[in-house]
């Protein structure tokens, strides 16, 4: 698969989240928004003087075809896309937790939960929520990166690629 047909076929398929995307389709999209991230964010700095349009613009726009892409990858590794919202999901437990902890630490001293008394767990299991979702995300890029399966899964068959450089 070439870089604009990986391209052309993720925006195609924004709103199809079955089937399997090959790693050279799923990998060159990963690239072209890093690029495109790059030039609006070049772009927002300057002509907007800190503000960013261009790439809020980029994020609304990209959000369902790189979700989409991504959870159809996963397919080609056997895994189901929910996967995909692991790390997002750990990562808002940890905010949820944060602000709570926060609107504890509003009490006097001597009533915010600390390792001496009962309440000393809150800060344990908070701390443990970054490293879940730092884990969870290393997990999901090795498993974007793993070759897919080469015959058809329980997601569809093997994704064609039509091309001879792709080595999937």
Not at 10 to 29: D, I, N, P, Q, V
Not at 44 to 61: I, N, S, W
Not at 93 to 98: D, S, Y
Not at 108 to 114: D, F
């Amino acid at each position: 698969m070439t870089f604009g047909r990986a391209i052309r076929t993720c925006l195609r398929k924004f709103l199809h989240f079955g089937g399997r995307a090959s790693r050279a389709e799923y990998w060159f999209f990963v690239l072209a928004l890093v690029i495109a991230t790059w030039v609006t964010g070049t772009l927002d700095y300057m002509l907007f003087d800190g503000r960013h349009p261009l790439g809020v613009f980029l994020a609304v726009v990209t959000i369902l075809p790189m979700t989409s892409a991504g959870w159809r990858r996963l397919h080609d590794v056997n895994r189901r896309g929910w996967w995909l919202l692991l790390p997002g999901i750990a990562s808002l437990i940890f905010l949820v937790g944060a602000f709570a902890i926060r609107g504890l630490t509003a009490q006097p001293m001597a009533e915010i939960p600390t390792a001496s008394n009962s309440d000393g767990w809150l800060y344990t299991v908070m701390l443990g929520f970054p490293a879940v979702s730092l884990v969870s995300t290393i997990w999901l890029v090795v498993l974007l990166a793993r070759k897919g399966d080469p015959q058809g899964n329980r997601f569809g068959p093997a994704p064609q690629h039509g091309e001879r450089f792709s080595n999937e």
